[in-house]
């Protein structure tokens, strides 16, 4: 339309382009847009390289999510097969209307779930990794790996303390952060007001690269549910709450076995927990949609996961029978629920909820339950907690190995719950803003090996595992930016 006013000349065509897009406003959005691709999206492999490297470069990292996939699938469908129930199947029209009418109030239902077994929990997936092993590789040529006496035997690149401090120079002693109550230099409330105004600034700009440079200090509580949309780029068109709406009839349609595990899921730990059971209407709205959304299938093409597929009964093996289940491609585990509830504390409409809890999974959780080499993937989480313990706490981590306290055994369901459920919910999301903040999972490695460094004293005189875990079994009253600074910052290389 623009084009055929008489003011458009088409040899400054380009330039009024440009001034076009900068006071319609669509510059911001197509940078958001391009940054937030950037983000997500591995960069690109070498040109010669064959397809399956961009979701996982090591073939035997390939070959263990396989087989992990399997075994997942085989305690899927042997559930299936014991209790007779099929994976799907529409629900009949008054079963449809009674789950229309109380859909804000499925917590008050109260299903038989007594037969429903989660497909895993995180400690079988730790027994996955503790086995993992490059066959390529021979221990005995390189002490430095050979000297890893941790639980995870795979060698990969991971950082040490001068690198993580420069990675995280934001979270530095002398640098203002949120979360921080007694910082020397500047009073908390001089910063904090100082924050606020800036964080308001950001948001004015629209500008999802200042909003995640922002946060890196932390977000101010009131700011936070905007500043975080902002850099996940979600915006809640309309369109969204329509495509949300899509969702939700798909789940009023069709009854799936996973449902179960997510009704299950929720009863098991949200509905137990004194910040999350509030929410626990929200949590099975935002997992069944989730479970039903085929664009979340997009993430596999950079993840070292495959979505599992299902054939029509009677096609099986026949490819153009088979269809993703559930269609999301995700099967949901013990404590899965908890990815989203933290976020139900800033987000109360359903599908904005929504929209922020798919794309944190999409760029960072699904990270932490599939077997990759990536930085931020769970098996090198595991790694950089090993190696950072056995480095700088060596006392601590031999006499816990010794009286079969491995360290890993106790973070390993932290680090794969990003926290959640084990830390007080304004700690939590001083965590989850520095994720965002540094678009990396590591900093969950480094809070662990925090912990054990502030527990560090109580834990020299325990003699078995489970008085170590003891120790340990409260995180709710930790600070998290104190212990991450002290332990990064203050601690002797």
């Given amino acids: 339309?623009?084009?055929?006013?008489?003011?458009?000349?088409?040899?400054?065509?380009?330039?009024?382009?440009?001034?076009?897009?900068?006071?319609?406003?669509?510059?911001?959005?197509?940078?958001?847009?391009?940054?937030?691709?950037?983000?997500?999206?591995?960069?690109?492999?070498?040109?010669?390289?064959?397809?399956?490297?961009?979701?996982?470069?090591?073939?035997?990292?390939?070959?263990?999510?396989?087989?992990?996939?399997?075994?997942?699938?085989?305690?899927?469908?042997?559930?299936?097969?014991?209790?007779?129930?099929?994976?799907?199947?529409?629900?009949?029209?008054?079963?449809?209307?009674e789950l229309l009418n109380k859909w804000n109030e499925m917590g008050t239902d109260e299903p038989d779930l007594s037969l429903f077994r989660p497909v895993y929990a995180p400690k079988d997936f730790l027994e996955v990794l503790m086995n993992l092993r490059n066959p390529n590789y021979d221990n005995g040529e390189q002490p430095s790996f050979r000297t890893h006496l941790g639980l995870i035997q795979v060698p990969l690149k991971v950082k040490d303390i001068p690198e993580l401090k420069e990675d995280f120079s934001e979270l530095g002693l002398t640098t203002g952060q949120l979360g921080i109550d007694d910082s020397a230099q500047v009073p908390p409330e001089f910063f904090e007001n100082e924050h606020v105004r800036v964080g308001q600034k950001v948001l004015a700009e629209q500008d999802s690269a200042a909003a995640q440079q922002y946060v890196r200090q932390g977000c101010p509580t009131a700011l936070r549910a905007d500043l975080w949309a902002l850099i996940l780029n979600i915006s809640n068109q309309p369109e969204d709450i329509l495509y949300y709406e899509q969702l939700k009839s798909n789940v009023i349609q069709h009854d799936l076995l996973v449902d179960s595990l997510i009704y299950k899921d929720v009863k098991l730990t949200a509905s137990n927990d004194d910040y999350y059971f509030v929410f626990e209407d929200y949590l099975y709205q935002v997992l069944l949609c989730f479970s039903r959304d085929t664009s979340v299938l997009e993430h596999f093409t950079y993840s070292s996961a495959t979505p599992p597929k299902s054939y029509i009964r009677g096609k099986l093996g026949m490819e153009e029978y088979a269809v993703f289940y559930p269609p999301n491609g995700v099967i949901p585990f013990h404590g899965f629920s908890m990815y989203?509830?933290?976020?139900?504390?800033?987000?109360?409409?359903?599908?904005?909820?929504?929209?922020?809890?798919?794309?944190?999974?999409?760029?960072?959780?699904?990270?932490?339950?599939?077997?990759?080499?990536?930085?931020?993937?769970?098996?090198?989480?595991?790694?950089?907690?090993?190696?950072?313990?056995?480095?700088?706490?060596?006392?601590?981590?031999?006499?816990l190995r010794e009286i079969g306290a491995q360290p890993l055994r106790i973070s390993f369901k932290w680090m794969v719950r990003a926290f959640s459920g084990y830390l007080a919910t304004d700690q939590l999301l001083l965590l989850w803003d520095r994720i965002l903040g540094y678009n990396s999972l590591e900093i969950l490695a480094v809070l662990a090996a925090a912990v054990f460094a502030f527990r560090a004293v109580n834990l020299m005189e325990v003699t078995s595992l489970a008085a170590a875990e003891a120790v340990l079994a409260d995180l709710s009253t930790l600070k998290v930016m104190p212990l991450l600074q002290i332990f990064l910052f203050a601690t002797v290389t």
């Fill in 1 to 97: 339309v623009s084009l055929h006013k008489p003011e458009i000349k088409l040899e400054s065509l380009k330039e009024d382009i440009k001034d076009f897009l900068k006071t319609s406003g669509w510059e911001k959005k197509l940078q958001n847009a391009v940054y937030s691709e950037l983000n997500v999206f591995p960069s690109p492999c070498h040109p010669a390289a064959p397809p399956e490297h961009m979701k996982e470069p090591l073939a035997y990292m390939r070959k263990a999510q396989g087989n992990w996939e399997k075994r997942i699938l085989k305690s899927l469908n042997s559930m299936c097969t014991e209790l007779s129930i099929p994976l799907a199947q529409k629900r009949p029209v008054n079963e449809q209307k």
């Fill in 340 to 399: 989203v509830a933290p976020l139900c504390f800033l987000y109360h409409e359903p599908p904005k909820l929504y929209q922020i809890f798919r794309e944190m999974y999409v760029r960072f959780f699904f990270r932490l339950h599939s077997i990759s080499s990536h930085p931020s993937g769970i098996v090198s989480l595991c790694l950089l907690f090993e190696t950072l313990l056995q480095t700088h706490l060596p006392q601590l981590f031999y006499h």
